[in-house]
């Protein structure tokens, strides 16, 4: 199987900074696709960011000029930066991993449990 797992979230103050880690692990033969979502209390779940495996990203509106996705595919790992954060990114967020991998060598997308960002003004 394959597992993902977010840390970096925590409590800021509107201004602040956080950075969010993601890492997919288990029977893994190449990790495509990495995404970011999140969801606020009340609210569907939104796109953040994307980043390919040969680097191309992609943004919410929201996010752009102030969230900058990367990755390290030698790790299979997923970051996040968060700078001038503000109280509307308070939210739980969500790493999304499409996989080339589990037990049936297929490529299937895998979920995060989540990481919360609180952000306070």
């Known amino acids: 199987q394959v597992q993902l797992v977010e840390s970096g979230g925590g409590l800021v103050q509107a201004g602040g900074s956080l950075r969010l880690s993601c890492a997919a692990s288990g029977s893994i033969l190449r990790v495509d696709a990495m995404t970011w979502y999140r969801q606020a209390p009340g609210k569907q779940r939104e796109l953040v960011a994307a980043?390919?495996?040969?680097?191309?990203?992609n943004y919410a509106g929201s996010v752009k000029g102030r969230f900058t996705i990367s990755r390290d595919n030698a790790k299979n790992t997923v970051y996040l930066q968060m700078n001038s954060l503000k109280p509307e990114d308070t939210a739980a967020y969500y790493c999304n991993a499409h996989v080339l991998g589990g037990s049936s060598w297929t490529f299937s997308d895998y979920w995060g449990q989540g990481t919360q960002v609180t952000v306070s003004s």
């Open positions: 980043i390919t495996r040969g680097g191309s990203t």
